[in-house]
């Protein structure tokens, strides 16, 4: 699977006064605020969501697998025959988890067949999952993802997903983000992984993205 950046956000989740606020620079001097808003607020930024599996500010992605994804173990039907009395069927089942939380909508899902043709999924088929985390797409009862598809980069799911504007960022990722900027500060953008402030991945751990 990889994932494409179709519309980045359109603004950094903390302001360079909030990080100068944070540094102890004072707010008249503005010697370094090229380098914090252009280089360490962007690396911070990147930083946390990469740890967290997480886009703070609203951005768009497109997700393209090389088949039709499920989780681990996925499998369209699960079957045993055992042989008199004794047989479990369970209906088919499957599910794409969107990467990158929180998940706010699904634009569209496309798939690509053995002739490079690439066609949208009618919405009938599926049905998106905001309320999980990470975010879903799920399949509807009585409905199957497309067949004929190509065998790679033909599954390709548009979405939208993080926090909203900056000021919808929770205020306990803008403190880890403020806190590694300063870091990057501190150590004029060379820092070891022993030399990032330990705290704020302490705040950042319950907000980490477990997946399957």
Known sequence: MQVVLVSGASEQPVTTSEVKDHIGIPSGTTTFDSVISGTY??????QAENYVAQKFVTQVWDAVWDSVPGPPGYVNDIKWDIGWPLGISLPG????EIPYSPLS???GIWTTDTDNAETEVSGTVYTTDTNSTPGRVLLNQGQTWPTDIRAYDSFRVRYT???GAAA???A????AIMTIASAFFAHKG????DSMPKTSYRVLNKR?????
């Open 105 to 107: 909508s699904v634009s």
């Open 93 to 96: 089942y499957g599910f794409v």
């Open 168 to 170: 919808a960022v929770p």
């Open 41 to 46: 607020i962007p690396a911070a930024t990147l």
């Open 208 to 212: 980490k993205v477990v997946t399957l």
């Open 172 to 175: 306990d990722i803008k403190l």
């Open 161 to 163: 997903c993080g926090y």
């Open 190 to 193: 060379i820092c070891p992984e």
